[in-house]
């Protein structure tokens, strides 16, 4: 499957193409952080179902979360979300921990 998408940002177009392999989908960006083999969120917006950016598709973009399902690389970001979700923790405990020494410096404890 191929899609176009057009950032919002910079208006810069790439190509997003997506292969079913027997080990799960294997889907490439042809943006910089794409070809440079790194995190590219225009792939992770169409794994996600946001057809926001797309501006050609030769296939449905639902059809790439039907062969996302059940692969290693679902596995991959449900690992990324539950870090996610750790570090978002761990900020507020943080901020929580800062206002605590805050009102300590004022001898407010
Ligand atoms: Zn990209």
Redesign the pocket.
Known sequence: MNFVVKSKSSGNE?N?QVYATEDGPVIT?D?P??ENGQY????FALISGDESEVVEADAPVSEIAKLVAGSRLEATIDAMHKQEAVVKKAQADLKAIKKTVASAMLGRL
Do not use: E
């Open positions: 790439y997003v960006c943006c952080a794409g590219c969120k225009h792939r």
